[in-house]
């Protein structure tokens, strides 16, 4: 255990050594915007353009940071809006279909129930090793609605 208490940066996988480099620390809203980015870049990897309506203000703006990492849609490509708001979802397109992703309400309601900086990382870990089906809602839409 590190001097916080938390495992080594080595003993993550390699992605998320990658996202601890980047964002600093492990949390449980960048990880649900990393799982929404790689559902997403999975369904598109080509051509890619994400909705965020998660706002500006911490814990849920942190969801941006998640979805920038696995999707590859940045501020500097400008292939990604983030929309002032407090929800966890996001809309993503390849301009031909697109889809809404959204985190189910019940892991919603457990992080924001349980996660404490004691626990964050814990709680973090297990948001990343489930099921993307058990953490995320994905609804087909029409790209339009998408971007």
């Known amino acids: 255990m590190g001097a916080s208490g938390t495992k080594p940066i080595a003993c993550f996988s390699t992605d998320l050594e990658a996202l601890h480099r980047l964002y600093g620390h492990l949390r449980a809203y960048v990880i649900l915007g990393m799982r929404m980015g790689q559902v997403a870049r999975e369904r598109y990897p080509l051509r890619i353009y994400a909705t965020l309506y998660s706002g500006s203000r911490r814990p849920r703006s942190c969801i941006a940071d998640g979805v920038q990492f696995s999707s590859c849609c940045t501020l500097g490509k400008a292939n990604i809006r983030i929309q002032e708001g407090r929800e966890a979802r996001a809309r993503f397109t390849d301009c031909r279909t697109g889809i809404e992703i959204t985190v189910k309400s ?40 998408a971007w």
């Open 106 to 145: 019940e892991v919603l309601e457990r992080i924001d129930r349980e996660a404490r900086a004691e626990n964050e990382e814990s709680v973090s870990l297990e948001a990343y090793k489930a099921r993307a089906e058990d953490l995320l809602s994905i609804t087909s839409i029409e790209p339009w609605m």
